[in-house]
């Protein structure tokens, strides 16, 4: 069985911080690229960050630059995401996604949602005093 599990989420204060963990089951990560997501109520679902295969290649959303932090380790099968001075407009459903497209050493999916082929069923993030 091919699975996704995302854990990690819960409620925080403003400015405060969560770390996010991508589990997978039935399979190895390490011959995918990975995309976190997030979808708050009444939203799109965008992208927030993405890895690629061997760790070597990651990119943030404008929103997010400077506060989240994506990381691998294939040995364990995760991917995590340090989420550091949370804001309330961070509020969404978290989900990470894997794509087993090969695009080049350096290539991940910040955006693409159509190129991933695994999601996680999401974990919740709320971020509100």
Known sequence: QLQLVESGGGLVQPGGSLRLSCAASGFTLGAYAIGWFRQAPGKERE???????????????DS????????????????????NSLRPEDTAVYYCAASAQYRGTTWCPLSETYVMNYWGQGTQVTVSS
């Open 47 to 61: 992208g927030v960050s993405c890895i690629s295969r061997s760790g070597g290649s990651t990119k943030y959303a």
């Open 64 to 83: 997010v630059k400077g506060r989240f932090s994506i990381s691998r380790d294939n040995a364990k099968n995760a991917v995590y995401l340090q989420m």
